[in-house]
């Protein structure tokens, strides 16, 4: 699309960015959708940079705007999760969003939009890879391997935990991807997926079924 490809050249990928001791507040991006239906709830939920706890959370319930297409995801759930963190009242250092960066077939994805748009820096960590190809790393937590789209490294294949599936970490805007697997590290101690994704998560999940419980429509 024009505005991902117009967009692209803002990207900072060079960092190196806040590494983890430079960063206070971390917040986790998510969207969650009603079974079968548009209606969505973003979440973006900041938590502690130190202890992992949770600072703050900012729900925004709404519906989608914009078609599901493959690629374009971002252009349905930007809106809601800049909605969503127009209410924190906690600046976050570092935005992480469940999903791509550069790893998108545009080089583009929902994380580099986020970022671009907001100047706050931003990575991706996906559960599964959207694009490009890679070599299965080691089993140890920490063992990588890069992801690669078209000859280009746009990505990391990280073990967050020994011989469990590893997570697809890329750059979203200002940082660099080897300060970007450090961070998916130090927010991933005991689980596959970082905290700040399950945080956001469960956030989006408890407010669709209480909007659920309550019958209210929209």
Do not use: N
């Not at 252009?75 to 791509?100: H, I, K, M, N, Y």
């Not at 890679?134 to 937590?141: C, F, I, L, Q, S």
């Not at 935990?161 to 991933?188: E, I, N």
């Not at 101690?189 to 956030?203: C, G, I, K, N, V």
């Amino acid at each position: 699309m024009a505005t991902q490809d117009r967009l692209r050249p803002l990207v900072d990928a060079t960092g190196p960015g806040p590494g983890p001791d430079e960063v206070r507040r971390i917040a986790g991006l998510d969207v969650a959708y009603a079974e079968d239906s548009d209606r969505l709830a973003a979440a973006v939920v900041v938590l502690d940079a130190g202890t992992l706890d949770v600072v703050e959370r900012s729900v925004v319930l709404g519906e989608a705007q914009f078609p599901y297409v493959p690629g374009l995801f971002a252009f349905r759930e930007l809106p809601s999760l800049l909605a969503a963190l127009d209410g924190l009242e906690t600046p976050p250092d570092l935005l992480v969003c469940d999903g791509q960066g550069l790893a998108h077939p545009r080089r583009f994805g929902l994380a580099c939009h986020i970022g671009v748009h907001t100047g706050i820096p931003s990575i991706g960590i996906g559960k599964t890879a959207f694009v490009g190809t890679w070599d299965p790393p080691g089993p140890e937590r920490g063992a990588a391997s890069d992801l690669v789209l078209d000859g280009d490294v746009v990505g990391r294949v990280l073990r967050t935990q020994r011989d469990v599936k590893p997570v697809f970490v890329s750059v979203g805007h200002g940082l660099d991807l080897d300060t970007a697997c450090r961070h998916a590290l130090a927010l991933t101690p005991r689980y596959r997926l970082p905290e700040t994704t399950r945080a956001a998560d469960s956030a989006c999940r408890a407010a669709l079924k209480a909007r659920a419980a309550s019958g209210t429509p929209g």
